[in-house]
C-alpha cells in the first residue's frame, strides 16, 4: 500500500494536500466506476450509532451515550488495549478507536447525523470484531464497512448493518 503517514499538525479528521492524503487511494473520484476494477479493502470501520444527548432522542434510551460507551468499552477490553485512530482510512495494521465526542455532521462524524462510537480494524480481525458486536450489540445499531477509498461505496453500497439502518448524510471531503 502507498504511504499512509499524516503531515505535522494533522487531526484525525483533517483532509488537505497533506492530510489523510490516502482517503480515496484505490478510488481516484471517491465513488467507484464499474468500469474499474473492485478496489482493495485496506480495513473496516465498525460504528456505534447513539443518540448523544436528550435533545436528540428524549425517549430513546435504548440509543443513550452510556449503554453505546459501555459497548465501546466491552469491545476494548475484549481485543485489548488500542491506540487512538490517527487518520480516516489508516493501513489496516492494527485496531484503533476514533473519537467519539464529534458532534453530529462535523469531523469524524461528517457523514452522520448522530454521533457514533467507532472502531478500524484490520482485514484479519473481521470475523471475531464483528462476530462480537453482533452479538454483544443489545439494542444498539451497528454500521460496518469496508475501507476501499470510494467513499460513497464504502458508506452506502458495499456496508452492512446489524438493527436497523440509519440514515447517512454524504458529502465529499
Not at 33 to 42: A, G, Q, R
Not at 66 to 94: H, I, V, W, Y
Not at 119 to 147: C, K, W
Request: net charge negative.
Amino acid at each position: 500500500h502507498g504511504a499512509r503517514a499524516h503531515g505535522a499538525g494533522c487531526g484525525v479528521c483533517d483532509v488537505s494536500a497533506v492530510c489523510n492524503t490516502n482517503i480515496m487511494e484505490g478510488c481516484p473520484q471517491g465513488v467507484w466506476n464499474s468500469s474499474n476494477p473492485l478496489p482493495e479493502i485496506i480495513s473496516w470501520h465498525i460504528h456505534i450509532m447513539f443518540n448523544g444527548d436528550a435533545n436528540n432522542a428524549p425517549n430513546d434510551p435504548a440509543h443513550g451515550e452510556a449503554g453505546a460507551l459501555e459497548l465501546a468499552a466491552s469491545f476494548r477490553q475484549e481485543f485489548g488495549p488500542m491506540d487512538n485512530c490517527t487518520m480516516l482510512m489508516d493501513d489496516g495494521k492494527a485496531m484503533c478507536e476514533f473519537p467519539y465526542d464529534d458532534e453530529p455532521g462535523v469531523a469524524c462524524a461528517g457523514p452522520f447525523y448522530t454521533k457514533t462510537a467507532a472502531f478500524s480494524i484490520p482485514t484479519d480481525d473481521f470475523e471475531a470484531t464483528v462476530g462480537y458486536m453482533m452479538q454483544h450489540r443489545g439494542t444498539y445499531d451497528i454500521l460496518v464497512h469496508p475501507n476501499t477509498g470510494c467513499l460513497l461505496n464504502d458508506h452506502l453500497e458495499w456496508s452492512l448493518w446489524a438493527g436497523t439502518q440509519w440514515p447517512i448524510r454524504f458529502f465529499f471531503p
